[in-house]
């Protein structure tokens, strides 16, 4: 498997106990989706290794998971801050308005005023706002990832309309 073919579900925070469990951080809106896991990849030294779980407490964004073959606190410590990722087709299906950031990227952008601006080059995810960041004249700008600026998202022709705050794009041109 490789890491272009999933998605971050997670990572694992630290162990928990003496005898192979692992505090996990499951990184979703609804973490209840995943608590019948079978298995989930690690990241581990720059290696997708998968894991079969045994079992998975869910308590909000947290679990309490044990993985087969892991029995002891020596052999679930050196995974402590390893993602963890599952594969791409078992993301959830979304509204027809609703997006995946990975799902964006190469989208072409065009604001309701100021027409075609450019393509969506990454998602920055942040504490404040998540960010598109797009290609506009060879600067990269960043517009806050919010409801009210999405005017229109076309999936099959892979396009976005926003309808941005006035004078943002000047602030990036005259820098």
Not at 85 to 92: E, F, S, V
Not at 135 to 150: G, M, S
């Amino acid at each position: 498997m490789k890491i272009e073919d999933c998605f971050q579900l997670g990572y694992i925070m630290k162990p928990h106990g003496i005898h192979g469990a692992l505090t996990v951080f499951i990184d979703s809106d609804n973490p209840e989706q995943y608590k019948n896991l079978e298995s989930v990849y690690v990241d581990f030294q720059q290696k997708l290794v998968p894991f079969f779980i045994d079992s998975l407490v869910l308590s909000g964004n947290k679990a309490t998971v044990r993985f087969q073959d892991l029995t002891g606190i020596d052999q679930v410590s050196r995974y402590k801050g390893c993602s963890l990722y599952l594969p791409l087709t078992q993301l959830p299906d979304l509204e027809a308005d609703q997006f995946y950031y990975h799902e964006i990227i190469g989208y072409t952008v065009s604001d309701r005023k100021a027409g075609p601006i450019g393509r969506v080059k990454s998602v920055y995810e942040g504490y404040g706002n998540d960010l598109f960041a797009i290609e506009y004249k060879k600067k990269e700008i960043l517009v806050p990832i919010k409801d009210e600026l999405i005017l229109n998202l076309d999936k099959e022709k892979r396009s976005i309309v926003l309808d941005l705050p006035e004078g943002l794009l000047e602030v990036y041109l005259n820098q």
